[in-house]
């Protein structure tokens, strides 16, 4: 498969899995608002994780298609990017004790993924 199919091909995957997982979300916490607290409401709240496996199925399959540089530099920029993301969150549980806002761990997928973007994008402009 020509490594342009198969971007195509992953992107499409990405955006069904991805639009699964949202309109999942979205039912969950509709569903969750209208239910007392409980072990029924604790199913319904956790089930986008379901639809998130879908997510890294898809990432893993994409993994497999591409060749051994692109998989490389990848992995790499991936590697950087959780450095990046595990010094943030060690530095800012410092700034926590100084009395700044506790933060999510909703903010940690966020975070990897736009450094992981940050970092490949810089590995591409330098390349150039």
């Known amino acids: 498969m020509l490594e ?10 990405l955006s069904v899995a991805m639009v699964l997982y949202t309109a ?5 916490i509709y569903a969750a608002n209208a239910m ?3 072990y029924v409401r604790t199913l319904v709240v956790i089930t986008p994780s379901i ?3 879908l997510v890294f199925w898809v990432i893993g399959r994409q993994f497999r298609r591409m060749d051994e540089f692109v998989r490389l530099r990848t ?3 991936m590697a950087i990017s959780s450095s990046v993301v595990g010094a943030f969150s060690l ?23 736009l450094s992981t973007f940050a970092v490949a994008s810089v590995r591409y402009l330098v390349k150039k």
């Open 4 to 13: 342009r199919e198969a971007r195509n091909r992953y992107l499409l995957e």
């Open 24 to 28: 999942v979300l979205v039912a969950s």
């Open 36 to 38: 007392p607290p409980g």
């Open 51 to 53: 639809p998130i496996a």
């Open 75 to 77: 992995l790499e920029s």
């Open 91 to 113: 530095t800012y549980g410092f700034f926590e004790m100084a009395g700044f806002p506790k933060l999510s761990m909703f903010w940690v997928w966020g975070l990897m993924g």
